[in-house]
């Protein structure tokens, strides 16, 4: 019966020390805006992510979808990691196009009808603009991430990225209307790092 004990009680360590071995960090904090008369709010779309110096391959991303809907693109802006398919359905009963001149990640889907979906995928991370070329008020914004490690900050400024794979990153925060905050860092296994980032006009 000891003998059993022993085993039963190895074989929990083991598995205990392999799920700690592969726990995986993350990043929190909170991004504020250092620019007087300047609020969160104003700084328009604020995406944080983390792009690897030197850390494994992240995970396939998910689909995105951005719907064409009563005229408009829902929603306005999106997040869409590198590669990852962003379909774009047709809700209306009017023709539509999507495409956008943001280079590298320009594209054309051509028109298309209700019920028909489109689907484009991006190479390069930034923000990507894009239009109806029927409507001219139709527009949107996506912005591509270098993987699926990002956050938007909530109304209060505050993030966080879970799922990290221990590795180094530059952690990174695109805001669309003030300059892009970096900052380098090593991140090992399980650990939460907490950074809080503020936010200033060039020169700031």
């Not at 019966?1 to 190895?10: N, T, Y």
């Not at 960090?25 to 007087?36: E, L």
């Not at 051509?110 to 139709?138: D, K, L, N, W």
Request: hydrophobic fraction near 45%; aromatic fraction near 10%; charged fraction near 20%.
């Amino acid at each position: 019966m000891w003998r059993l004990a022993v085993f039963v009680a190895s074989a929990w360590l083991c598995a205990t020390a392999g799920a700690r071995a592969e726990a995986p960090a993350s990043v929190s904090g909170r991004v504020s805006v250092g620019v007087a008369g300047l609020e969160l709010a104003d700084a328009g779309p604020i995406v944080v992510y983390l792009e690897a110096v030197a850390a494994p391959a992240p995970r396939p991303a998910p689909e995105v979808e951005i719907r064409q809907h009563l005229a408009r693109f829902e929603p306005a802006f999106t997040v869409a990691p590198v590669g990852a398919p962003v379909r774009m359905p047709n809700e209306d009963t009017i023709f539509h196009n999507v495409f956008s001149y943001s280079k590298p990640n320009d594209f054309d889907l051509g028109m298309y009808g209700a019920g028909e979906a489109r689907t484009v995928r991006f190479s390069q991370p930034g923000p990507v603009r894009i239009y109806c070329s029927i409507h001219e008020r139709m527009n949107g914004l996506i912005f591509v991430t270098p993987s699926s490690l990002y956050a938007t900050p909530a109304q209060g400024g505050a993030y966080r990225i879970a799922g990290v794979p221990p590795g180094r990153y530059r952690l990174r925060v695109w805001s669309e209307r003030l300059p892009v905050w970096t900052r380098e860092l090593e991140l090992s296994v399980g650990e939460g790092a907490s950074i809080d980032v503020r936010l200033l006009a060039l020169g700031g």
